[in-house]
């Protein structure tokens, strides 16, 4: 039992990387992780125990995921607004590990989409191993990942070089939010720069319009927290932003870009308005998979 615990330790960290891409979830995640151990300290005479780790683990998520999904329940932690002195370190380190975007896009697939594309384009394992999990051909699971993979790379009808410009003052803007620079928000803001936002994105009494570089720099400096729990992501094809605390979706920035400066963003907020938004990622590259476990 002894050697057994110290293979499944060994696999923790890629089973929790599995599990928290496919539920978008840190606890549950966590929880299905140990299920996962659970199960195989009670199994006997398993030779590949990565593998079948890796296969118990994705019918656990599966199986919850599909339960989420009849319930129609949110399908992360709520989170409260972050306070002003909040420590985003741990979002920083969810960001690099997995992705906001990512959690916000995986989570508009269906059950066995996800399950199939997070185990294939980001853990590479073959279909023919997937296949047992949702119970189909390898042929359907090939075709669930890449019916998957079509709704996570978005495509635009900007020109390559016009998207990445949109990009990098998108990434710019976000990076002066974060450090709060006054004179870099000023620098990526056109001098007229129009923001524009739902209510349900501003304290009470705040102006839905706010025009002029100065005073949507000063805003953005008191309201910069979120722009921790941002990334850039294409919106209805374009290259906006995301806020997603732990990957759930709480706000979306529609931005317009002019030249390298950010000419006015529209917050969305309401929720009917979130939930009518195509988003997917920014990059048409698939994501590098991780290696999967022999076997």
């Known amino acids: 039992m002894d050697e057994l615990a110290e293979r499944f330790e060994a696999e923790r960290g890629r089973l929790r990387g599995l599990a928290h891409r496919m539920l978008g979830s840190a606890t549950e995640a966590d929880d299905a992780v140990q299920e996962a151990w659970l199960r195989l300290s009670r199994a006997r005479g398993v030779d590949n125990v990565a593998a079948w780790l890796t296969t118990v683990v994705a019918r656990v998520c599966l199986d919850a995921l599909r339960s989420r999904k009849a319930r129609r329940e949110d399908p992360v932690e709520l989170l409260p607004e972050p306070a002003a002195d909040a420590d985003p370190a741990g979002e920083v380190e969810l960001a690099d590990s997995v992705g906001r975007a990512l959690l916000v896009v995986l989570d508009a697939l269906g059950p066995a989409e996800r399950v199939a594309f997070v185990l294939h384009d980001l853990f590479a394992v073959p279909f023919d191993r997937i296949a047992p999990v949702l119970d189909r051909t390898p042929v359907a699971a090939k075709k669930l990942a890449s019916r998957a993979r079509h709704r996570v790379r978005g495509t635009s009808p900007l020109p390559a070089t016009d998207l990445a410009r949109h990009r990098r003052v998108v990434d710019a803007f976000l990076t002066a939010a974060r450090g709060g620079d006054l004179d870099e928000l000023l620098t990526v803001l056109a ?21 002029g570089a100065r005073a949507v720099a000063d805003e953005t400096q008191v309201f910069g927290k979120r722009a921790h729990f941002a990334e850039p992501a294409l919106i209805d094809g374009f290259v906006g932003v995301v806020v997603a605390p732990r990957g759930r979706l709480t706000l979306a920035l529609l931005v317009t870009i002019e030249g390298e400066r950010v000419a006015g963003y529209d917050v969305i907020a309401d929720p009917a308005r979130l939930a009518a938004l195509r988003i997917t990622l920014v990059t048409a590259a698939p994501p590098r998979p991780e290696p999967a476990p022999a076997g």
């Open 191 to 211: 001098p007229d720069v129009v923001r524009r936002a739902d209510a349900a994105a501003l304290p009470v009494g705040a102006s839905l319009e706010v025009r």
